[in-house]
């Protein structure tokens, strides 16, 4: 999903392009949030925007024109909301991961994005949305840099598609997650309880990069720090095979001495973050193959989950007994409504907030490439600017109901089609670290 061509290449291409238009916002961050970011940020516009997606996966892009394509540009007039922005507005994404999304932002790291006629520049990103607090992590939002909750983020157990002894699994334990985390794999049997017949069979935990806010998250719910060493092994569906993903060769699915499935990404960005899947989009595509060795769990978010088929979240498996929605089981056929009381109530563990790391000056003072001005780009809590309607909350009190344009709003609207995440205004449970203890 992260995948992206050469800074060198990159650079070329920009270089020929035109100057940059003003009213240019650079997302990148979280691959979990992707889908609901791009739906509030539509609605930032009046009429619709023009959007360009990534549909030839040249930067990372995942073939679609639709919200999960981690890559898209939207250009046009922005909404009466939107006060302190004038003429046309453009919101660039490029969706490389959470923590990758931090450090890009915070060290000015350019990325590669999409023009709106289909060209490719590189530029800095100006704000990351990610799936835990970048305290959790080595960037902290510090200094020209702060952060702020915007939602949160539910995250779900799936196992593979690949029938036979998987339709033995039906729920994990945070003692199994925890084992397999060390471990890489642990016995059937831990399921069964048929020492004699299933202790020899290994079902496998893939792995996300270190990058990955939604990682990050489980493994912070298990009790590992950031830099705590795991178990990755990956699934090479061209040869029906598990393998170790640590400095190993599989041409078939990893990169060589890596084993990180899709490409090296910027300048070998992704083989910076270590060996495992790239994006959660590979894990989806992972778990969904019917191959009889792919005796696998895996962890995504729920829009990733319901994209394992497609129609419905059937791969999901509960937690500790416990299912993230009202409709326990029946999940695994729902297409509408989802209920999160389980989480809001603090009875399901596996969520984070979703937060974005954003500057508190004018982000063209941090970069030459940035043309915002102080009191543009804002925060939620400043009506008329950027993140003043996109991240507005009803959960500060400020505003009656979820603004046009808004995440909140965003949600609050997906609740029909099966929302994938949860306003902060829902929550009657908190947590005051990643992982961390849930409190009423």
Not at 43 to 63: E, M, N, Q, R
Not at 100 to 118: C, F, H, R, S
Not at 365 to 373: I, R
Request: neutral net charge.
């Amino acid at each position: 999903m992260k995948k992206a061509l050469s800074i060198t290449l990159a650079a070329g291409l920009a270089s020929a392009l035109p100057l940059q238009a003003a009213n240019s916002i650079f997302l990148t961050g979280s691959t979990a949030f992707r889908a609901n970011v791009h739906d509030a940020c539509f609605k930032l516009f009046s009429p619709a925007p023009a959007v360009k997606y990534d549909t030839t996966k040249v930067i990372g892009g995942d073939g679609t024109s639709t919200n999960s394509n981690p890559v898209w540009t939207m250009t046009g007039t922005p909404i009466s909301a939107v006060t302190n922005i004038s003429g046309t507005m453009t919101i660039y994404a490029d969706f490389t991961g959470s923590i990758q999304g931090i450090a890009a932002v915070e060290n000015k790291t350019k990325l590669p994005y999409l023009n709106t006629d289909g060209t490719l520049r590189t530029n800095t990103p100006t704000i990351a949305f990610t799936d835990n607090s970048s305290g959790a992590v080595p960037y902290p939002a510090k200094g020209s840099f702060s952060e702020e909750q915007v939602a949160v983020q539910p995250f779900v157990i799936v196992k593979s598609n690949a029938g036979g002894v998987m339709n033995s699994i039906n729920n994990v334990t945070w003692e199994q997650l925890n084992n397999m985390v060390t471990l890489g794999s642990i016995p059937l049997s831990t399921w069964t309880g048929n020492k004699a017949a299933d202790y020899n069979t290994s079902i496998y935990l893939l792995q996300r990069t270190k990058d990955s806010g939604t990682r990050r998250t489980i493994l912070a719910y298990l009790g590992y720090g950031y830099n705590q060493g795991v178990s990755v092994y990956n699934f090479d569906p061209t040869n029906n095979a598990i393998y170790s993903a640590v400095n190993s060769l599989n041409t078939a699915a990893g990169a060589p001495g890596y084993g990180v499935v899709g490409s090296a990404g910027v300048s070998g960005a992704n083989l910076n973050w270590g060996p495992g899947y790239v994006g959660g989009g590979d894990i989806k595509n992972a778990i969904k193959n019917t191959g009889s060795a792919n005796l696998t769990l895996g962890y995504l978010s729920f829009a990733d989950a319901k994209g394992i088929t497609g129609v419905n979240w059937s791969q999901v498996i509960s937690l500790n007994g416990v299912w993230p929605t009202a409709a326990g089981a029946a999940l695994h056929g729902n297409t509408g409504t989802n209920d999160f009381s389980p989480i809001s109530a603090g009875c399901y563990g596996y969520w984070g907030y979703e937060v974005v790391v954003y500057p508190n000056v004018a982000p063209s003072s941090l970069s030459a490439d940035q043309d915002l001005v102080a009191g543009q780009l804002g925060n939620r809590t400043t009506p008329g600017t950027f993140l003043g309607v996109l991240d507005a909350q009803t959960y500060d009190g400020v505003l009656a109901t979820p603004a046009i344009g808004s995440l909140e709003n965003e949600i609050e609207n997906s609740k029909v089609n099966g929302a994938t995440a949860i306003r902060l205004s829902d929550m009657t449970s908190s947590r005051t670290s990643v992982g961390g203890t849930i409190t009423p």
